[in-house]
């Protein structure tokens, strides 16, 4: 049963560059989730794709931008790179269609280390 | 918005012996659910257990198990009979029963030493 997988997983850009990340979901699993974390911090959340669209958004600029595909394989844009967007970017998927808990329960890959010179 | 405090940066513990790992958070909800993830070097984030506030009873997973105490608002986890491959970070998380994000504390980071 293959996990959450992230590609790729370092990538340096410079300052005003566009970057795509992408995530493929543990399989069955028909939500994903984007977070961002800074060097020794807690991941902070993005935003949330299910049926192909943004479902919830956490506290980021527009320049970060996402996409979500019929088989529920999702993309993280970021555009206009600065250096404070360097940081591990994760993806994790889940399944809508469970109850309770079970449905909260998030899968995580490794990642994907973003940075910005 | 939820806040989730983890007020140890860091911990070590002898191989065998039991640490326990704080966490406390602050919401008006009275549902929720409740999360460890373990991050190893290796970066993936894994869930080490998980709670629902609507049960009083403390979850358990082997060797890992958790002190809920809802109207203190704590969640701790406790790790007996450490291993070597325990080391990593520990975060505590948050989620709203009709909400999609998980809230994050800032962390744990968990040495057991041979």
């Known amino acids: 049963d293959a996990g959450v997988t992230q590609s790729p997983t370092h990538l340096i850009k410079t300052r005003g560059q566009q970057v795509t990340l992408r995530c493929s979901p543990k399989?069955?699993?028909?939500?994903v989730s984007w977070y961002q974390q800074a060097l020794g911090q807690g991941p902070q959340f993005i935003f949330q794709?299910?049926?192909?669209?943004?479902?919830q958004r956490g506290n980021f600029p527009d320049r970060f931008s996402g996409h979500q595909f019929p088989n529920y394989s999702s993309e993280l844009n970021v555009n206009a790179l600065w250096l404070g967007d360097s940081a591990l970017y994760l993806c994790?998927?889940?399944?809508?269609?469970?109850?309770?808990?079970?449905?909260?329960?998030?899968?995580f890959g490794a990642g994907t280390r973003l940075s910005v010179l | 918005a939820q806040t989730v405090t983890q007020s140890q940066p860091e911990m070590s513990v002898q191989e065998a012996e039991t640490v326990t790992l704080s966490c406390t958070y602050d919401?008006?909800?009275?549902?929720?659910?409740l999360f460890w993830y373990k991050q190893p070097p290796s970066r993936q984030m894994i869930l080490v257990i998980r709670?629902?506030?609507?049960?009083?009873q403390n979850a358990t997973e082997n060797r890992f198990s958790v002190n809920f105490q809802k109207a203190a608002k704590s969640f701790s986890l406790k790790i007996s009979d450490s291993q070597l491959g325990d080391t990593a970070m520990y975060f505590c998380?948050?989620?709203?029963?009709?909400?999609?994000?998980?809230?994050f504390g800032a962390g744990t980071t968990v040495t057991v030493r041979a």
């Open positions: 994790a998927s889940s399944l809508s269609v469970l109850a309770g808990v079970a449905k909260n329960i998030q899968y």
């Open positions: 399989s069955g699993h028909d939500t």
């Open positions: 794709y299910y049926e192909e669209e943004e479902r």
């Open positions: 919401t008006s909800e009275n549902n929720y659910y």
């Open positions: 709670q629902e506030a609507y049960k009083q």
């Open positions: 998380a948050f989620m709203k029963p009709n909400d999609y994000k998980l809230s």
